[in-house]
């Protein structure tokens, strides 16, 4: 992905990615909390779900209206698309994959 120099930009692309992350996997895998509290949080997604141009859309377009992240959103789905060829071609059995891993910094070990 293209890097990004500013650290809040950068701070802000990635909770971009984690909450467009969470949005689309919530719909077709499943989700795992730590606790009520959501200290943090597991998505596991199944290889076999395909999404389409308006299902990404439907997601996308709070992240378009409020940030305006063009560039960094089809980043993301170039990526994505490049991802889905080599799961289809190098693991074409259903499976699970682990598609976030999160954890409030204010839960995370400091030393």
Known sequence: MKE??????????LYQIFEYILK???DSGQAYASSANLEGIALWEP???????????R????LFQVRNQLPLLTEMSRVDKISQTLRNKHAPAIYFHLALLAVDP???ATE
């Open 24 to 26: 689309t996997g919530m």
């Open 4 to 13: 990004i120099s500013k650290e809040e930009a950068r701070i802000d692309a």
């Open 47 to 57: 290889n076999n779900v395909r999404k389409t141009f308006n299902q990404r859309l």
């Open 59 to 62: 997601h996308l377009f709070y």
């Open 106 to 108: 204010e839960y995370q």
